[in-house]
């Protein structure tokens, strides 16, 4: 069974800062991995996903995700956060070998606020 | 990307009541949608699993009876919550299987915030 995980409930950074995300992940095989962001009382927006090929994936909104496959992560990257950026992210997987119909699994989300 | 829409994004019923919500593809067709439950600060919740022209199938502890699913049309998908409780007062949010950027990404609807009173 696939399963995520974000270990940190909120991550602070000051603005203009880089920021990361943590995610790891569990699959039995070989994975899709998404980035999900959610603003309050909002549905979720895509960022990005890794399905093969280049490690580092780009993104909307100046994101970027690293895929390592020996750690099992893919951790949400930006180099100058914005305040705007302040928000719930969700890491998310899925076997790359299931069907085309089986839903993603969330992490818990963490919520990244951005200090001006 | 593709668009996802929901309604209503909010609404409120008396206990006991039943509440349609809806979720439609406005730019592409999805044979596969999926519905969420998401409570106050924590993750999504997978409810069910919903195919065009089949039966939903329904996650584990997700009462099939309570939560009626119905995808009529390749664009649109229906969530009932049936005589509904104060318990079930949460965000619901939908989401699609599109083929832009692959059959793999799914987009999601902005939610229905419902409250039971």
């Known amino acids: 069974a696939q399963s995520v995980a974000q270990p940190e409930d909120q991550v602070n950074v000051a603005e203009g800062n880089p920021l990361t995300v943590k995610c790891t992940y569990s699959?039995?095989?070989?994975?899709?991995l998404f980035w999900y962001v959610q603003y309050p009382n909002r549905g979720l927006q895509f960022l990005l996903k890794?399905?093969?090929?280049?490690?580092l994936v780009k993104g909307s909104y100046g994101f970027e995700a690293e895929f390592n496959k020996s750690q099992t992560s893919f951790h949400l990257k930006k180099p100058s956060a914005l305040v705007s950026d302040s928000a719930l992210y969700f890491c998310a997987v899925r076997d790359r070998w299931d069907s085309g119909n089986t839903p993603l699994v969330f992490g818990k989300g963490t919520r990244l606020s951005v200090i001006a | 990307g593709a668009v996802v829409s929901q309604h209503p994004s909010r609404v409120i019923c008396k206990s006991g009541t039943s509440v349609k919500i809806e979720c439609r593809s406005l730019d592409f067709q999805a044979t596969t949608m999926f519905w969420y439950r998401q409570f106050p600060k924590q993750s999504l919740m997978l409810m069910a699993t919903?195919?065009?022209?089949?039966?939903?199938?329904?996650e584990q502890g997700v009462e099939k009876d309570k939560f009626l699913i119905n995808h009529a049309s390749l664009t649109l998908s229906t969530l009932t919550v049936t005589s509904a409780h104060p318990e079930d007062s949460s965000f619901y949010i939908c989401?699609?299987?599109?083929?832009?950027?692959?059959?793999?990404?799914?987009?999601f609807g902005p939610g229905t915030r419902l409250t039971v009173l």
């Open positions: 699959v039995s095989g070989n994975p899709y």
């Open positions: 919903s195919n065009e022209g089949s039966k939903a199938t329904y």
């Open positions: 989401s699609a299987l599109s083929d832009r950027g692959g059959r793999d990404t799914q987009y």
């Open positions: 890794y399905i093969t090929g280049d490690n």
